[in-house]
């Protein structure tokens, strides 16, 4: 829509405050307000729920892979050949054997749920999720049989261990006596403490070498499952597909999608409503660019109709108000885009400024998951989210544009 001179002239006359007009400026700061603040909130809120499944998925899939074939009973005695097999199907990645099964782990008395896991210790030093995750000692100091363990940094917190520390493993299947079961309990010491991120997973997780795990359960030279990883998670079904009839005898399958539906699913509910929530609040900047701009028509009536005497046609006076309310629109447009990303940037202390003011722990790892706030900002859908907020500040001045093109110069004049 490109503008003459005089009606570059006019729409930047009116897009500043005149004598008397305060009131007007105000209504239209209060909508660019508006508007900066609902973009702001978009960019922010979308980035984080994008952020947030991003790195819940590279988490679970980097400790769960995307998909396991499990043992039926637990246990899988022919491993070797289920991993040969994966391996050799196109589109499998890896294929890791593990053992996995929920246990206790005590330490100066204190008990606390464990959740076991038995890995090669090349897997171990080699998984993505764990690698460089150590907080203190190293996953390289691990060997079978040498009685050494790595625990979750929240778990090594509840249970009160540091490095070094001689910790008890216990098997509530142990071996039967005329008296029952007895307990299974076995020592080892801590050569590392990890934070992956997850607060579940540090505050369960225990690794061990897969000797040490088969002995501690009383397994022999089985496993409780092969971990596959895919060249794509979203095709984990269609890939695994041709593996599935081979390996029945031995194993079931589970996908990332199964295991973990209900998570994913609500994530996805919440990212739509909160979307369309906070949609909202451009569309009500919207309706306060409306009334600005109907409130500067009602002020500007007389100057219309001179306007309108001296030649000034009806395409023009719409050109010159839509350029004003789209202005104020864009305005908040780029101020908002720029708050959000700076909100972004710099969201922990954010979430630690919150913390402090209201006295709360606003990001609970024992809630989300997570122990940081994650981000992650997809292009395309601010540029949606810009689309959208500039159509919506363009529809919302057509109405007041059209009424102050439709001003009768006559009956104005005549009254006035």
Same mark, same amino acid.
């Given at each position: 829509?490109?503008?003459?001179?005089?009606?570059?002239?006019?729409?930047?006359?009116?897009?500043?405050?005149?004598?008397?007009?305060?009131?007007?400026?105000?209504?239209?700061?209060?909508?660019?307000?508006?508007?900066?603040?609902?973009?702001?909130?978009?960019?922010?809120?979308?980035?984080?729920?994008?952020?947030?499944?991003?790195?819940?998925?590279?988490?679970?899939?980097?400790?769960?892979?995307?998909?396991?074939?499990?043992?039926?009973?637990?246990?899988?005695?022919?491993?070797?050949?289920?991993?040969?097999?994966?391996?050799?199907?196109?589109?499998?990645?890896?294929?890791?054997?593990?053992?996995?099964?929920? *246990?206790?782990?005590?330490?100066? %008395?204190? &008990? @606390?749920?464990?959740?076991?896991?038995?890995?090669? =210790? #090349?897997? $171990?030093?080699?998984?993505?999720?764990?690698?460089?995750?150590?907080?203190?000692?190293?996953?390289?100091?691990?060997?079978?049989?040498?009685?050494?363990?790595a625990i979750g940094s929240r778990l090594a917190k509840s249970i009160g261990a540091e490095l070094g520390s001689e910790i008890s493993i216990i098997n509530p299947q142990g071996a039967a006596t005329p008296f029952g079961t007895m307990f299974r309990i076995v020592k080892y010491r801590v050569a590392a403490i990890f934070?992956?991120?997850?607060?579940?997973?540090?505050?369960?997780?225990?690794?061990?070498?897969?000797?040490?795990?088969?002995?501690?359960? *009383?397994?022999?030279?089985?496993? %409780?499952? &092969? @971990?596959?990883?895919?060249?794509?998670?979203?095709? =984990? #079904?269609? $890939?695994?597909?041709?593996?599935?009839?081979?390996?029945?005898?031995?194993?079931?399958?589970?996908?990332?999608?199964?295991?973990?539906?209900?998570?994913?699913?609500?994530?996805?509910?919440?990212?739509?409503?909160?979307?369309?929530?906070?949609?909202?609040?451009?569309?009500?900047?919207?309706?306060?660019?409306?009334?600005?701009?109907?409130?500067?028509?009602?002020?500007?009536?007389?100057?219309?109709?001179?306007?309108?005497?001296?030649?000034?046609?009806?395409?023009?006076?719409?050109?010159?108000?839509?350029?004003?309310?789209?202005?104020?629109?864009?305005?908040?447009?780029?101020?908002?885009?720029?708050?959000?990303?700076?909100?972004?940037?710099?969201?922990?202390?954010? =979430?630690?400024? $919150?913390?402090?003011?209201?006295?709360?722990?606003?990001?609970?790892?024992?809630?989300?998951?997570?122990?940081?706030?994650?981000?992650?900002?997809?292009?395309?859908?601010?540029?949606?989210?810009?689309?959208?907020?500039?159509?919506?500040?363009?529809?919302?001045?057509?109405?007041?544009?059209?009424?102050?093109?439709?001003?009768?110069?006559?009956?104005?004049?005549?009254?006035?």
């Amino acid at each position: 829509m490109l503008l003459s001179r005089y009606e570059r002239m006019i729409a930047k006359r009116y897009l500043l405050p005149g004598r008397g007009e305060a009131f007007i400026a105000v209504v239209a700061g209060f909508s660019l307000v508006a508007v900066m603040l609902g973009v702001a909130a978009l960019i922010v809120v979308m980035s984080v729920m994008n952020g947030f499944r991003a790195e819940l998925f590279d988490k679970i899939t980097g400790l769960n892979g995307h998909a396991v074939i499990q043992g039926y009973n637990g246990q899988m005695r022919d491993w070797r050949d289920v991993v040969k097999q994966a391996k050799a199907t196109p589109g499998i990645v890896s294929a890791t054997p593990l053992i996995e099964q929920p *246990l206790f782990a005590s330490y100066n %008395g204190r &008990v @606390e749920f464990a959740l076991v896991r038995g890995m090669t =210790v #090349e897997d $171990i030093r080699a998984n993505p999720t764990l690698k460089g995750k150590e907080i203190v000692g190293s996953f390289a100091n691990m060997k079978p049989g040498g009685e050494q363990i790595a625990i979750g940094s929240r778990l090594a917190k509840s249970i009160g261990a540091e490095l070094g520390s001689e910790i008890s493993i216990i098997n509530p299947q142990g071996a039967a006596t005329p008296f029952g079961t007895m307990f299974r309990i076995v020592k080892y010491r801590v050569a590392a403490i990890f934070e992956v991120g997850v607060y579940d997973y540090d505050k369960a997780f225990v690794i061990m070498p897969m000797e040490d795990a088969q002995t501690l359960l *009383l397994l022999g030279d089985s496993v %409780g499952m &092969v @971990e596959i990883d895919t060249e794509n998670a979203d095709n =984990v #079904e269609t $890939i695994l597909t041709p593996l599935a009839p081979k390996i029945r005898a031995s194993g079931q399958i589970v996908d990332w999608r199964q295991m973990n539906s209900q998570l994913f699913e609500a994530l996805s509910v919440d990212r739509i409503v909160s979307f369309v929530v906070l949609s909202l609040i451009i569309i009500v900047a919207s309706f306060n660019i409306v009334s600005s701009l109907i409130m500067l028509v009602r002020a500007k009536t007389r100057d219309i109709a001179v306007l309108r005497t001296m030649g000034a046609s009806r395409g023009g006076l719409m050109r010159i108000f839509v350029t004003v309310g789209t202005t104020i629109g864009v305005v908040g447009i780029a101020a908002g885009s720029l708050l959000g990303f700076l909100l972004i940037q710099f969201r922990e202390y954010v =979430v630690k400024f $919150i913390g402090l003011v209201t006295g709360m722990d606003v990001w609970d790892p024992s809630m989300r998951f997570l122990t940081e706030l994650p981000a992650k900002t997809d292009p395309a859908e601010v540029i949606g989210i810009i689309v959208m907020a500039f159509l919506f500040s363009f529809l919302a001045t057509l109405y007041p544009a059209w009424k102050a093109a439709s001003t009768d110069p006559v009956q104005v004049l005549r009254y006035e």
